[in-house]
């Protein structure tokens, strides 16, 4: 079972405790997988997204709110099954055809939590994953520069009905169903990791679970990976920024780089992040 929480790309620690070095040999990446979890909410106002905090004796990300996730097993077979299965571990949702009882499905998440394999446990119960439920969204890698990596893919999924979303208390200790704005105003306290906010800022424009969704597929085919590189910024205040490829200085900026299609869906706005007041800021370059 893989960290939870593990694939949000990047640590969430303060500038001088985080251990970034352009001159390190690359580290390959894990691929990993993140469910972002959607509801639409009693009051309305637009759709909420489930966030899980992690546990401060953690060795990533430590006090940082994430989206459900981690590393692929190699029994997976696809990464929508990474998704579900750690969306089941963590938030305890199951997106399968069949409806299913709460306590069938605690009993279940209880024995997946205690190691017995995913794939046995749907066949026993005979649950099939709906794994069009899950929707790619956004893809990112872990830059070069730190020495722990992920190679991210992060998919939307509408919570099932009739269930309910709750931390397993293993790696988290928290939870919070928040909107996507919210999020973002909070985004210090929350100590969101890059990845997060810049998910988040692209869900606050839509109006509903069902847009959200949509969102997404209309990338479909066309989710290249963001990479973000170093750029020393001392005259701007900051040791460094993490810029991504549609940055003007990115071609100089140091580290790994990957660039984005031409008609990728994924550029554009602000284009690097800096560490400001105990948390991530996105801005322009």
Known sequence: MAPAGSTAAFGCRSVEAMDFDPSRAPVEPRTAASAILLREPAGGGGPQCFLLRRHKRSSFMSSAYVFPGGAADADDGDLRVTAARELFEEAGVLPVRE?????????LRRRLL???GFAALLDEARLSLELDALVPLSHWITPSAEPKRFSAHFF????????TASCCDVETFDELWVSAAEALDRSAELRLPPPQIRILGELAAAETVAGAVELARGRAGRIDPILPKVLPTPEAGHA???????????GEALGEGAELSADSPLGGGASRFVHEDGGWRHVKG
């Open 240 to 250: 460094f920024a993490l810029v991504l490829p549609w940055d003007p200085q990115y």
């Open 156 to 163: 939307v999924c509408a919570v099932p009905a009739g269930q």
């Open 114 to 116: 205690a190691g017995e």
């Open 99 to 107: 409806t299913v009882e709460s306590d069938a499905l605690d009993a």
